[in-house]
């Protein structure tokens, strides 16, 4: 326990860390909040440029980054009614209206403290859960880090885009992205075709900055005339009555933002707007009515997509399995610090797992202070005209495309990404789904070799040992529910039921 | 959640091109290992590929049921293509951003990346050049110091340049 503590305190002991994480939580509620940069497209172009740092200052910019990034897109969806990531789209429907009502002030200061809240409350369950769920892991067979690993692609590709389908064929893209190159146990080529640069494979940092930088800088060319409105953003501080009033709430949302976030490959946005749709339900007397600047229908979201940080934390350190886009980049930058995220990431190196707790802790300290701080300022650098902002994005990654292997080839790759991510987002297909596929692919391919093996090439065996050991057989009800819920039949059902 | 929209030009090409390309991995896919065994190098590659063909011929049906974005009578596809998906302001963007990747090595970063910034900023629609040329010197110095101190990156230096200074 002592230990415990000592490594959950070295980011609060060491001012450089200290710095990084406040410098990480500043930046990443701007990132959050400028629409056009994502959390993921920052932690994915920062990954090439911090892959020489020690393997903390590294984590501690990207804790910072990504909580104030899910927090940051709050400032946007209340005083543009435009949300700066896909975790604030629920936050938009009240906190808009709560803006042109002339409290935008009051709802910023809200958002903040019940952030805050959510945050805490989802890193408590990071730090209670996370130990028994990485001995429970133990137990997993190579099968169920297969059927995880699929499920969480479904997941991700099914909840957040138009179509199943496209969410499906975008997962099985980024897998075979991931398989290009030399085969791990036969050293046969794969996908090569015959080049020797393909042999090396592709790299899975220029695909993300690809996906995730190029193709929104060129996606937000399309309303690139949109401008900015100024909002009365007076009086922050919310009265701890009001606080108390909405304590409740938030804690029953954020118990929602931990669980979904814990799902692999579900993150803050289906949380939020999970929480948004329990708080419709279950609130009878709003303060207003719900979608008409309801103080309720901004602390669910809030509490919740914050709380999902610490849950998508879980799967992330115990199985190796991201819980979102943001943590599939983090285990990217993990790979690349020579870590193996899973199971033994928390017996071999604990105090990675301490360290980790304490520095999202403290950049939740971060929020609280930055949150409630210099909305002056960030309403000044909301109105950064697009036309200078996305160049600018694009040298940044432009530059960390090359830093990966100071090759010119990395740049290509990224702006054939890019350009191939603008043309599937045109035409509704999520870009989240294959970074999934590209990060868990060698798991995949690992685990689906090792199950079949110990089935000695079976077929019908492989297929029957999905159904004799409870945890195999749970993830596969999990996997059928969540293909049946997107069935069409499914849904008619659903429709003919509520009516 | 689905969502009803309307469908844009060239999307069911696009389809069509997806369900062409997966089914061409597929086939490269079988002809690592074939069918030797279920654990053999192509195995894996099959099935995802597989998996991009089977959703892709679904794409490409469901594609074909929703109803086209209502066009001006007489507009031909490419042009409803070129202004709903690719217009211009983005394809000359898009063509700046394939200039400056071409320039970074020849003319190295802060060269190639200065005149991009400038270029692509005055073609987005930021007309007052002044600011443009300032914001981009202060940017680009910015970058490049950050890039250097801090994260230790490497820079193209310019191939060209460096040659010319030899």
Known sequence: MNEALGYFLIAWMDPGLIGLIAAGTLAGIYIGAIPGLSVTMAVSILISFTFKWQVNEALALMCGIYLGGVYGGSRTAILLNIPGAPSAIATAFDGYPMAKRGEAGAAIGLTTIVSVIGGFIGIGALALAAPAMSDFALQFHSRDYLMLAIWGILLVGSLSGESLYKGIFAGALGVTIGTVGLDPLTAEPRLTFGSMQLSAGISYVAAMIGFFGVAEVLSQVHDIKLKAVRQDVSKILPSWGMVKKYLPLSMRTSGIGVVVGALPGAGGDIAALLAYDHAKRSVKNPSRPFGDGAYEGLVAPESANNAAVGGAHVPMLTLGIPGDAVTAVIIGALYIHGLNPGPMLMIQTPHLFWFLVGALCLANVFLLIFGLTGIRVFCKIMEIPKPILLPLILVLSTIGAYAINNNVVDVYWMLGFGVFGYFMKMYGFQVAPIILGIILGPLMDRSYRQAMISTEGDLLAYFASFFTSPISLTIVVAMALTLITQTPWWQNWRKAKTA | ?166
Do not use: C, D
């Not at chain 2, 009803?4 to 002809?31: D, I, T």
């Not at chain 2, 074939?34 to 995802?48: E, I, L």
């Not at chain 2, 594609?63 to 983005?90: C, D, K, M, N």
């Not at chain 2, 060269?111 to 040329?133: A, P, Q």
């Open chain 2, 1 to 166: 959640m689905h969502i009803q929209r309307r469908r844009l030009a060239g999307e069911v090409v696009f389809a069509l091109l997806l369900l062409a390309s997966s089914l061409f991995l597929f086939w490269h896919s079988y002809k690592i290992s074939g069918f030797s065994s279920y654990t053999s190098a192509g195995a894996y590659p099959m099935v995802t590929t597989a998996v991009m063909s089977i959703s892709a011929i679904i794409i490409l049906f469901q594609t074909l049921r929703i109803a086209r974005v209502e066009s001006a009578p007489g507009q031909s596809l490419l042009f409803q293509f070129y202004t709903q998906v690719t217009p211009t302001l983005i394809v000359v963007f898009a063509l700046s951003i394939v200039g400056y990747m071409m320039l970074l090595e020849p003319l190295g970063f802060v060269i190639s990346s200065y005149l991009f910034l400038v270029i692509s900023m005055w073609l987005l629609g930021s007309r007052r050049l002044l600011i443009n040329l300032l914001v981009s010197a202060a940017a680009i110095g910015f970058i490049y110091i950050v890039f250097q101190t801090i994260f230790s990156v490497a820079v193209p230096k310019g191939t060209l340049i460096q040659g010319l200074f030899k």
